[in-house]
């Protein structure tokens, strides 16, 4: 696939000859995007700091020898954060945590927040259960607004493979989240009569 015109085409001229300012403004553009995507798939700040500061530096020692027009400075980049946080993923098991801190709202709307928080908990829940590849498909489709196109890139696959795995993501979604939803509202069976 070759593209036309990257847009970050005026900085790659600096990183290409070890320019600096072209690193920082490089960094100014997509820090947040790439530490965004990283935390997105991993769910822990350091871990994505890690990651972010990884794939700048190898974008700066990749600089020199990048061929323009083969793919966007950008998916490139995001190609090496998904790739860095498998690796992590292979290496971590995951913790999982109901240890949340308890604020209480005084609004008038705190009852409808407490159910829009519990269902977006119940979501993140979910999608850290997927398998890491359907989580990063979701990811970079629904969190980070990716073009199929860009995806399949981004994870080195066919657009077919990319939007097979986003089908059996958002159906592992949606089946983990129904059978949640069944457990949580089934009631403990139990016989005994309470005394009165």
């Not at 696939?1 to 070890?18: F, H, R």
């Not at 323009?68 to 098991?93: E, F, Y």
């Not at 059996?168 to 979604?173: D, E, H, I, N």
Request: overall charge positive; hydrophobic content about 40%.
């Amino acid at each position: 696939m070759i593209y036309k015109a990257d847009p970050d085409q005026d900085v790659l001229t600096g990183l290409m000859s070890g320019d600096e300012r072209a690193l920082k403004e490089l960094m100014r553009r997509h820090l947040d995007r790439i530490h965004r995507t990283a935390m997105r798939i991993l769910g822990d700040a350091a871990l994505a700091e890690d990651v972010a500061q990884t794939v700048f530096l190898k974008t700066w020692e990749m600089a020199p020898n990048w061929v323009s027009g083969k793919a966007r400075l950008l998916s490139w980049m995001l190609r090496v954060t998904t790739r860095q946080c498998l690796d992590i993923l292979k290496k971590k098991a995951p913790i999982y945590t109901d240890d949340m801190p308890d604020i209480s709202d005084t609004s008038d709307l705190a009852d409808k927040k407490m159910i829009k928080d519990d269902s977006a908990k119940m979501v993140r829940k979910a999608i850290e259960r997927l398998p890491n590849r359907q989580k990063i498909a979701l990811t970079l489709s629904y969190y980070e607004n990716v073009s199929q196109r860009d995806g399949a890139e981004i994870m080195d696959i066919t657009v077919g493979a990319y939007e097979a795995l986003l089908v059996r993501a958002r159906k592992t979604l949606k089946n983990t989240l129904i059978r949640d939803a069944e457990i949580s509202t089934e009631r403990p069976k139990d016989d005994r009569k309470l005394a009165l």
